[in-house]
């Protein structure tokens, strides 16, 4: 080896080239083309064996890795020839202790490569990882078949898994960062720069807080799109208990996420909950009933008394569907089509009649009377077939018809009926109370209205009183 340093082949105007540095170029050529055969011929036909890519991208990912390897080459030959031409090497801010080295940028003929390397790579990996998500959950989750609609909803898979890309880019930009001496540039100081022990923000720290978001974003969508929904399918687990799964999920992830940002954006999370401690408590009393509707929040979620997609009545008998339970509060969806925000305590706290939380189906009631004397075997055939020709009606549990009790007017009678259609039940029983009328009228059974009798006890001489009364006229004369 010293032999080959001691070989110049070339030199001119203080610019050499030795057998040694001919010869780490030709290795380097030699390990990015074996690396170029490898990806090309190998890897890239298994994968696309795999997924369904489409040919477009896959020219585009074919002509980017060769851009890749021959960027690496030129960053190698840059290295070992040492000709990498500085263009700008100066202090740009000082530093935050008297001892400590200022701040350097720096911009170089390989930083410029490596930049529109670390972009282009970036750029691939946002092809290769987005389809792979996107192809594994159309093919978990959606039809095969080349449809319209198949492809819109292939779509709105991609749309699921669009954080790959914004994560891939703002890895290239902390490549460029670190290597231009950018990212220990520092935003904010939390102590004078002087004083011992000073924690800083620098740009650093906030790229690399907005790329923990991101892939913690990216994973999330991963863990509940991928994984969690392969689980759901083979599992047969209800969209209640689905949605109930992923916001604990939800919850837990960002909690971690946000404790992370703020570690890696330069907070010292111990000295700023110790600092905020009394702030906190303050906060904690005002907001007393915003965090009992939290804790209650997840309290519906492990419990699952109410889940989305239920049918519930809530207080002044409101009727509605839940059609989500947040943080804080649960969006209902009334008969009405009026949305209406139920504190999560109201849901813990107080009497919640949940009319599908066992079974999609519940038992109705409507009730009618007859006038004495009426054929109560026919009043039980017609309210029994009324209930059978209704289409929102089932057959199984059949119909029920009771005879109630002998009231003050009218033998009362009420017929017992299961229905899906919990929202709109009181159509039902609207359309139902319609047909028996129409029945009974076809049929002849009466439906009486209150009568009463009166009996006056002590009413002798009431005939004369009346004849005698002013308005008898000339028969009070008489």
């Known amino acids: 080896m010293d032999r ?61 890795i060769r851009f890749s390897l021959l960027s690496l080459l030129v960053i190698a030959v840059l290295r070992i020839l040492d000709i990498d031409i500085t263009f700008i090497d100066e202090a740009i801010q000082q530093a935050s202790t008297e001892d400590g080295p200022p701040v350097y940028l720096t911009v170089r003929i390989s930083t410029i490569v490596k ?131 992923n916001r604990l999920i939800t919850y837990f992830v960002y909690v971690v996420g946000v404790l992370l940002v703020l570690q890696a954006a330069g907070f010292n999370l111990l000295v700023l909950w ?56 649960a969006t209902i969806e009334t008969r009405d089509d009026i949305i209406i925000f139920v504190p999560n305590s109201k849901l813990i706290g107080e009497n919640v009649v949940n009319w599908s939380h066992v079974e999609r189906k519940a038992r109705f009631h409507v009730g009618v009377g007859v006038a004495y004397g009426s054929d109560t075997e026919l009043v039980k055939e017609i309210l029994q077939q009324v209930t059978a020709d209704h289409p929102r009606i089932l057959t199984s549990p059949k119909p029920i018809v009771r005879f109630l009790d002998f009231g003050s ?20 029983k609207s359309d139902v109370r319609f047909a028996i009328d129409k029945a009974f009228r076809e049929r002849g059974v009466e439906i009486p209205f209150p009568q009463r009798d009166l009996w006056i006890r002590g009413g002798a001489g009431l005939d004369r009183a009346i004849r005698a009364s002013p308005e008898s006229g000339g028969d009070a004369g008489a």
Request: hydrophobic share 50%; charged share 20%.
């Open 115 to 245: 930049a529109l390397l670390a972009f282009i790579v970036a750029n691939v990996l946002d092809i290769l990882i987005e389809e792979l998500l996107v192809q594994r959950y159309h093919r978990m989750h959606l039809s095969n078949s080349a449809t319209a609609q198949s492809l819109t909803e292939e779509q709105a898979a991609a749309d699921r898994f669009r954080a790959v890309r914004p994560f891939m880019y703002t890895l290239a930009v902390l490549v460029v960062l670190r290597d231009t001496g950018l990212g220990s540039y520092v935003l904010y100081w939390f102590n004078d720069p002087g004083d011992e022990g000073v924690s800083t923000i620098t740009v650093g720290n906030i790229v690399f807080a907005i790329g923990i978001f991101l892939f913690l974003r990216l994973l999330l969508m991963t863990i509940t799109n991928l994984i969690l929904g392969a689980y759901y399918r083979r599992s047969k687990v209800d969209v209640g208990s689905q949605y109930a799964i």
């Open 409 to 428: 007017s009218s033998l009362d009678f009420e017929v017992l009926f299961w229905s899906r259609d919990l929202l709109r039940i009181e159509d039902v």
């Open 274 to 329: 110790t600092g905020a401690a009394a702030l906190l408590v303050g906060i904690g009393i005002g907001l007393q009933q915003t965090f009992n509707d939290l804790i209650c929040g997840i309290i519906i979620l492990f419990e699952r008394g109410v889940m989305v997609g239920d049918v519930v009545e809530i207080a002044d008998h409101q009727v509605g569907t839940v059609r989500k339970i947040g943080a804080r509060t």
């Open 4 to 64: 080959l340093r001691e070989i110049i082949l070339l030199d001119y105007n203080g610019f050499s080239v030795s057998g040694y540095q001919l010869l780490l170029i030709a290795v380097a050529a030699f390990v990015l083309l074996g690396a170029q055969a490898v990806v090309l011929r190998r890897t890239l036909p298994w994968y696309y064996g795999r997924e369904n890519v489409s040919e477009k991208n896959r020219n585009r990912v074919r002509a980017v």
